[in-house]
C-alpha cells in the first residue's frame, strides 16, 4: 500500500507537486494521469527517496522508502527505463540489480523470459535497444527482487500494442495475486486499458479521482452531426444544454431518446448517438492539456 | 472488486551488507567497455612506460627507482579518472535511479565506491610495481648491465599512499561535480594548472613560498614519491590534506545526500 498525504514539492517558487493526497490499495492497478510536466515523476521519486519533499508525506505500507531494508525485494521501481549505462548488457544490469539484493543468477534468466527477452538480445548493449525493449528491460529489472509493491512511471511509453496488451496481462495477474501497482501515463487510453483506479494529476494537484467505472460513467449523451451549428440550433430550441465534446461533436446531460427526438424534430440528420461514456473523463483531460499546452495550433491560413 | 490482504513491510529484513555493494561497484568498473579498457589501461600505460624507458634511457641510469617514476606519471592519470567515473556515471548515465533506490542509504553507496576505488588503486599501483620490475630486469639485460634495486620498501609503500591521496582527489571532485568531463576537467586543472599559479606566486611572493607547503597538496605530496616524507613534511600533507580533501569532500558527500537523483 501506497499512502501519500498532503505531498507539496516546490523548485524556487515553482510548485510541481500541490497539496496531493491519495492512497494506493492491493490488489489494484492505480493509474496515475496527466499531462506533461504534472507532477507525476516527481511524486513518483519522492516516494521512492530520491527527491525530498518540500512538506508532506509518502510512505509504503507505513514505512519511509530509506527505513525499508533491501527495499528492491519488497518493491519494484522502474522511474525511467532509458536511464542505463549504454555501455552494458541488458543482462549485466539485471546481475547488478540481483547482486545488490543478493539473489541467485538464476532470478535474472527468469526474468529475462518473463520480459521475452531473447538470451542474444540479453547480450546487447543497451545503446542498441529499442525504446521497447529498454521498457521491458525496466520491468524486469522492478520485478527482479520478487516485491508485492511496484512504481512505474510511464512503462507503457515505447511499447506496441501487443507490448501494451502483454503489460496490461503481466499487471492484471500481479494485482490479482494481492499486489499493489502505481503507473503513470499521459495517455488516457493506456491508464483506461490498464487501470483499475484512476487519479488524475495536473499542474501538481489532484484533479480527479476514482475506480475506472466511476470516472468513466459520466450521465448524459454523446451526439454528432454533419453540421454541428445546425445541431446546437436544434438542441438550444429543445431547451437542452450541451457543450462541445470530442471532435466536432457535442455532449448534454439529457438521454439518447430525448436527444434523438429534438434532432429528429429539427431535421438534423446525426452521425452518431450515444451514452456519453468516459466522454467527462475526455473532456476533463483535454482541457487538462489545453491549459498547459506548449504550442497553440493555429488553423493554416488563419490571420492572413 | 474483493478488498485484497493489506501489504506489510518487513522492517526485520537484514539491509544490503557493506561488502555486497563493494563487489557491486568493483564489477561496475569492469562491466562496460569503456570501463574494461579504462582498467586495461593500467598494465597498458604501466607496459608502454616500461619499454620508452628501455628505449630512451641511458643503460647505466637503469634502476627500479626510474621504472616506478615513469610509470607513476601515467597512474596519476589513469587512477583518479577510475576513481571520478565510478562517481559521476551514476549521474551522468543516470544509472543512480536504479542505484539509489534498491540502496537507499547514499552515505553506503559512496563508502563502498571510495573503497572500491582505493583497491582498483592498490591492485593497480602493485600490476605496475610488477611491470616496472620485469622491465628492470629486461632492460639491464638488453644494456649489459647489473638490474640496480634502489628504491625501499617504504619509499614504495609511500609512493602508492601519493596514488591513492590522487585517487582520493578525483573521488573528491566526482562527488562535488557529479559530471564525468566536468570531473575529468576538474582533475586536469587541480594538478596542472593550480600548481603553476602556486608556483608562480611562490616564486614572486616571499611569504607565500614559505606557506605553499603547507597548503599545496599537490607540492606537499611530492616527498612521497622520493624518499618519503620527513616529520615536517607529514604534517604539510595533513594541512594541506585538509584543505584539499577532507573539507571538499566532506561538503560533496553531504551534498550526495542531500541532493535529488533524477
Ligand atoms: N529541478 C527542477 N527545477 C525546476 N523545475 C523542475 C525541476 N524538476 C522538475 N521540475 C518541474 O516540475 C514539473 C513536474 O515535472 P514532472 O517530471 O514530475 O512531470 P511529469 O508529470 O512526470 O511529466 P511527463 O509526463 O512529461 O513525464 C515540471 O514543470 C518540471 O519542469
Ligand atoms: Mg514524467
Same mark, same amino acid.
Given at each position: 500500500m501506497i499512502t501519500v498525504d498532503r505531498l507539496t514539492k516546490t523548485y524556487g517558487g515553482y #510548485? @510541481? /507537486? *500541490?497539496d496531493v493526497s491519495f492512497e494506493c490499495r492491493p490488489g489494484a492497478v492505480t493509474g496515475f494521469l496527466g499531462p506533461n510536466g504534472a507532477g507525476k515523476s516527481t511524486t513518483m521519486r519522492i516516494i521512492a527517496g530520491l527527491t525530498p519533499a518540500t512538506s508532506g508525506s509518502a510512505l509504503v505500507s507505513g514505512v519511509n522508502y530509506p527505513d525499508i531494508p533491501n527495499p528492491g525485494t519488497q518493491i519494484g521501481v522502474l522511474l *525511467? @527505463? %532509458? @536511464?542505463?549505462?549504454? !555501455? #552494458?548488457t541488458g543482462r549485466e544490469i539485471l546481475a547488478l540489480s540481483a547482486l545488490t539484493m543478493g539473489l541467485p543468477m538464476s532470478r535474472v534468466d527468469e526474468m529475462l523470459q518473463l520480459v521475452s527477452l531473447t538470451p542474444s538480445e540479453s547480450k546487447? #548493449? /543497451?545503446? &542498441?535497444? %529499442?525504446l521497447g525493449m529498454r521498457q521491458r528491460l525496466g520491468i524486469a529489472n522492478a520485478l527482479l527482487g520478487d516485491p508485492k509493491i511496484l512504481i512505474l512511471d510511464?512503462? @507503457? &511509453? !515505447?511499447? *506496441?500494442p501487443a507490448g501494451i496488451h502483454w503489460m496490461r496481462g503481466l499487471l492484471r495477474e500481479y494485482a490479482n495475486r494481492g499486489g499493489t501497482v502505481l503507473l503513470s501515463s499521459h495517455l488516457l487510453h493506456e491508464i483506461e486499458v490498464i487501470a483499475d483506479e484512476i487519479i488524475v494529476i495536473g499542474n501538481g494537484k489532484i484533479v480527479a479521482e476514482g475506480t475506472k467505472a466511476e470516472l468513466l460513467q459520466t450521465a448524459g449523451t454523446f451526439v454528432k452531426a454533419g453540421d454541428p451549428s445546425a445541431l446546437a440550433n436544434a438542441l438550444t430550441s429543445a431547451g437542452l444544454t450541451s457543450a462541445p465534446s470530442g471532435d466536432g461533436g457535442l455532449r448534454t446531460e439529457a438521454d439518447p431518446a430525448t436527444v434523438g427526438k429534438a434532432a429528429a424534430a429539427a431535421g438534423v440528420a446525426l452521425v452518431e448517438l450515444r451514452p456519453a461514456e468516459g466522454a467527462g473523463l475526455e473532456e476533463m483531460f483535454l482541457q487538462l492539456t489545453a491549459e498547459t499546452q506548449r504550442e497553440t495550433i493555429t488553423p493554416e491560413g488563419a490571420g492572413a | 472488486m474483493s478488498t485484497a490482504a493489506p501489504i506489510t513491510i518487513d522492517t526485520a529484513r537484514p539491509g544490503v551488507p557493506l561488502g555486497r555493494l563493494i563487489k557491486v561497484e568493483l564489477r561496475k568498473m569492469f562491466n562496460t567497455r569503456s570501463g574494461f579498457w579504462l582498467m586495461l589501461s593500467i598494465a597498458i600505460v604501466a607496459a608502454i612506460a616500461t619499454v620508452a624507458i628501455i628505449i630512451f634511457a641511458d643503460g647505466d641510469d637503469l634502476s627500479f627507482g626510474l621504472f616506478a617514476q615513469g610509470i607513476g606519471i601515467p597512474m596519476a592519470i589513469v587512477l583518479p579518472v577510475i576513481a571520478i567515473l565510478s562517481v559521476t556515471s551514476e549521474w551522468s548515465q543516470r544509472t543512480g535511479l536504479i542505484t539509489f533506490t534498491l540502496v537507499p542509504h547514499r552515505g553506503s553507496i559512496i563508502a563502498a565506491k571510495a573503497i572500491a576505488a582505493i583497491i582498483v588503486g592498490i591492485a593497480g599501483m602493485l600490476i605496475a610495481y610488477a611491470i616496472g620490475a620485469l622491465g628492470n630486469i629486461g632492460g639491464s639485460a638488453i644494456a649489459g648491465v647489473d638490474p640496480v634495486w634502489d628504491t625501499s620498501l617504504v619509499n614504495l609503500v609511500t609512493i602508492i599512499l601519493a596514488n591513492v591521496l590522487g585517487l582520493l582527489i578525483g573521488f573528491t571532485l566526482g562527488v562535488l561535480i557529479r559530471n564525468s568531463a566536468g570531473a575529468i576537467v576538474g582533475y586536469f586543472v587541480y594538478s596542472f594548472v593550480i600548481p603553476s599559479i602556486l608556483g608562480f606566486l611562490a616564486f614572486s611572493q616571499d611569504w607565500f613560498e614559505k606557506l605553499q607547503p603547507w597548503i599545496d597538496f599537490n607540492d606537499a605530496t611530492l616527498p612521497l614519491f622520493d624518499g618519503g616524507p620527513s616529520g615536517e613534511e607529514w604534517a604539510q600533507i595533513g594541512t594541506s590534506g585538509l584543505i584539499w580533501l577532507v573539507i571538499p569532500m566532506t561538503f560533496g558527500i553531504w551534498a550526495v545526500l542531500k541532493s535529488e537523483v533524477k
Open positions: #510548485r @510541481a /507537486v *500541490d *525511467d @527505463a %532509458s @536511464a542505463q549505462h549504454a !555501455g #552494458r546487447r #548493449r /543497451v545503446k &542498441n535497444y %529499442s510511464e512503462p @507503457a &511509453n !515505447g511499447l *506496441d | -
